[in-house]
């Protein structure tokens, strides 16, 4: 019966102490072992009762995990838009986690340092800038994605709203400063957008067509950059407006 009850049951029963008595199957067993503790799998409410507790404990344990992963991405995705309206340096741990409805305290258990934050938040940034490309791309026959994605980059409402929009217009002239993880991310970015742009263009898969797509996305960013630093609408707008009229393709 000693055996029996110190089979790998542990996480399923409940623990007997030195001197106490269990009944499982109406017959007692004590245990006299100093410092041991007799675990038995039907203790009191036999083994049906000790399986609901696993699967009991183990849903516990699921649902904290999901819990912590569900808080993870919400700072992530705060600090996503942060870094994109404040830039790197303007953007502190406490705020973070105050705009994520966290204590400061609670930073570390999802975060090893302020840097592992920033990469993850860029590399949200740039995927979700990504994604709304892809959208735009899809979202029209193949071929002829250019002009919409100009059109949705350099417009007003992009200009207007940095926190949601591309990262590299937001942040480009402070990456170059940042920790290894945030520009590995942000160069991995540039790389696929290139590849993207170059897809529409007929010649895809030749040098001219990576070249274009090289000078168009250097242009749609510097032209963003721009129209969001100066104090005058309208140079504002024509900056978005030149930009978009020369870089779209004849007759579109």
């Given at each position: 019966?000693?055996?029996?009850?110190?089979?790998?049951?542990?996480?399923?029963?409940?623990l007997?102490c030195?001197?106490?008595?269990?009944?499982?199957?109406?017959?007692?067993?004590?245990?006299?072992?100093?410092?041991?503790?007799?675990?038995?799998?039907?203790?009191?409410?036999g083994?049906?009762k000790?399986?609901?507790?696993?699967?009991?404990?183990?849903?516990?344990?699921?649902?904290?995990?999901?819990?912590?992963?569900?808080?993870?991405?919400?700072?992530?995705?705060?600090?996503?838009?942060?870094?994109?309206r404040?830039?790197?340096?303007?953007?502190?741990?406490?705020?973070?986690?105050?705009?994520?409805?966290?204590?400061?305290?609670?930073?570390?258990?999802?975060?090893e340092?302020?840097?592992?934050?920033?990469?993850?938040?860029?590399?949200?940034?740039?995927?979700e800038?990504a994604a709304?490309?892809?959208?735009?791309?899809?979202?029209?026959?193949?071929?002829?994605?250019?002009?919409?994605?100009?059109?949705?980059y350099?417009?007003?409402?992009h200009?207007?709203?940095?926190?949601?929009?591309?990262?590299?217009?937001?942040?480009?002239?402070?990456?170059s400063r940042?920790?290894?993880?945030?520009r590995?991310?942000?160069?991995?970015?540039i790389?696929e957008?290139?590849?993207?742009?170059?897809?529409?263009?007929?010649?895809?898969?030749?040098?001219?067509?990576?070249?274009?797509?090289?000078?168009?996305?250097?242009?749609?960013?510097?032209?963003l950059?721009?129209?969001?630093?100066?104090?005058?609408?309208?140079?504002?707008d024509?900056l978005?407006?030149?930009?978009?009229?020369?870089?779209t393709?004849?007759?579109?």
């Amino acid at each position: 019966m000693l055996q029996e009850a110190l089979e790998p049951q542990r996480s399923r029963a409940f623990l007997l102490c030195i001197g106490s008595s269990i009944k499982p199957g109406g017959k007692t067993v004590r245990n006299s072992t100093p410092g041991l503790f007799i675990v038995h799998p039907c203790v009191r409410h036999g083994h049906k009762k000790c399986r609901m507790m696993t699967i009991m404990r183990k849903s516990s344990t699921t649902a904290r995990a999901a819990a912590k992963e569900a808080t993870h991405e919400r700072i992530v995705a705060v600090a996503a838009r942060a870094i994109r309206r404040s830039g790197y340096d303007g953007t502190g741990v406490a705020d973070i986690m105050k705009e994520a409805g966290l204590t400061h305290g609670a930073f570390y258990a999802h975060f090893e340092s302020r840097e592992a934050m920033l990469a993850e938040a860029a590399a949200r940034a740039c995927a979700e800038s990504a994604a709304a490309a892809a959208d735009v791309a899809a979202s029209v026959p193949a071929g002829s994605a250019l002009a919409p994605m100009l059109g949705a980059y350099l417009s007003r409402a992009h200009a207007a709203n940095p926190e949601l929009g591309c990262p590299l217009a937001a942040l480009g002239s402070e990456t170059s400063r940042q920790a290894p993880e945030v520009r590995r991310v942000t160069t991995q970015h540039i790389k696929e957008t290139v590849d993207l742009l170059a897809r529409q263009s007929p010649d895809w898969g030749q040098s001219a067509a990576h070249e274009r797509a090289l000078v168009t996305i250097s242009a749609m960013v510097g032209a963003l950059l721009l129209a969001r630093a100066v104090d005058d609408p309208k140079l504002s707008d024509d900056l978005l407006d030149t930009a978009r009229r020369y870089l779209t393709p004849a007759g579109h």
